[in-house]
């Protein structure tokens, strides 16, 4: 079982950045692929970025890519999302999850889910 938990969202001006955290339990984190996926209000969840187990594998969704970039810190449990330049069309909930299986990275197929943070970007 594991448990995440976001932390970092808040509100923006376009343009400006912000830097996401989701806390993972459990000693077996290193295992799992983590991904962020986000859901705007009235819209279907949707896949933004992943990163393999060891940090060097990163997939983007291609309206954040070279904006927003991924990251791991394995000893910590904890995974990063680093949004710059975000722009009024970024607002949503973004949601940290975990899978073991290491493939279908875009897919919502991820065995745990955070609650969630909210991001709003103001034009």
């Known amino acids: 079982q594991v448990q995440l938990v976001e932390s970092g969202g808040g509100l923006v001006q376009a343009g400006g950045s912000l830097r996401l955290s989701c806390a993972a339990s459990?000693?077996?984190?290193?295992?799992?692929?983590m991904g962020w996926f986000r859901q705007a209000p009235g819209k279907e969840r949707e896949f933004v970025a992943a990163v393999g187990w060891s940090g060097s594998s990163t997939y983007y969704a291609d309206s954040v890519k070279g904006r927003f970039t991924i990251s791991r810190d394995n000893a910590k449990n904890t995974v990063f999302l680093q949004m710059n330049s975000l722009k009024p069309e970024d607002t949503a909930v973004y949601h940290c999850a975990a899978k073991r299986t290491h493939s279908n990275y875009y897919s919502n197929d991820y065995d745990y889910w955070g609650q969630g943070t909210q991001v709003t970007v103001s034009s």
């Open positions: 459990g000693r077996t984190f290193s295992m799992y692929v």
